[in-house]
């Protein structure tokens, strides 16, 4: 079945740039729309943006207003990859990052991984 | 911003004993409300979707109910497994939002 595996560094400098990647196994990112969300212990669940592919061109997304134009979210179809920018991180942004199959109310989620912002 | 407030925050019961979970939308989420449980250090997983529909893998004794913007999941007979944090969730606006959550604890 299908599986998701986000990676990238556990550790970013206050006002760089967090990326990560998603990568999907065990079924193809065509045709599918894919979700970023994010979990802290304060603020809870906080759904980043999305991206559906249908195969060609870049995927058309959808970002979370409260980020304003900080995020981007784009496909690697060769390598089967989903990946998040997030410019200008800060505190606030310190959290475990999922990557997640569908763009409404995701059915299948990566571990996670979590990410730490330093002053 | 579609708000979504779940009560209680914390629900203790014993095993056997059902459940019953609330979440209310500050304005009609439609039938787009999902309920997700997740366990201490993993991912959520999706339970229902569109207030009543079970994911795949989703035991019997749980069900959603409700509609425009009160939802309830109840968990008819607790098992061990069962024990866990469990979050509503709206796909009728954008953003998508999640509720606050429900612990529910082992009495």
């Known amino acids: 079945q299908v599986q998701l595996q986000e990676s990238g560094p556990g550790l970013v400098k206050s006002s760089e740039t967090l990326s990560l990647t998603c990568t999907v196994s065990?079924?193809?990112?065509?045709?599918?729309?894919w979700s970023w969300i994010r979990q802290t212990p304060g603020k809870g669940l906080d759904y980043i943006g999305y991206?559906?592919?249908?195969?060609?061109?870049?995927?058309?997304?959808n970002y979370n207003p409260s980020l304003g134009s900080r995020v981007t979210i784009s496909v690697d179809p060769s390598n089967n990859r989903i990946s998040l920018q997030l410019r200008s991180v800060t505190a606030a942004d310190t959290a475990v990052y999922y990557c997640?199959?569908?763009?409404?109310?995701?059915?299948?989620w990566g571990t996670g991984t979590t990410v730490i912002v330093s002053p | 911003e579609i708000v979504l407030t779940q009560s209680p925050a914390t629900l203790s019961l014993s095993p056997g004993e059902g459940a019953t979970l609330s979440c209310r939308a500050s304005?009609?989420?439609?039938?787009?409300l999902a309920w997700y449980q997740q366990k201490p250090g993993q991912a959520p997983r999706l339970l229902i979707y569109d207030v009543s529909n079970r994911a795949t893998g989703t035991p019997a004794r749980f069900s959603g109910s409700g509609s425009g913007t009160d939802f309830t999941l109840t968990i008819s007979s607790l098992e061990p497994d069962d024990f866990a944090s469990y979050y509503c969730q709206q796909r009728s606006g954008w953003p998508r939002t999640f509720g606050q959550g429900t612990n529910l604890e082992i009495k």
């Open positions: 991206i559906c592919y249908v195969g060609s061109g870049s995927g058309s997304t």
């Open positions: 304005q009609s989420v439609d039938n787009y």
């Open positions: 997640a199959r569908g763009g409404g109310s995701p059915d299948v």
């Open positions: 065990g079924g193809s990112i065509i045709n599918y729309c």
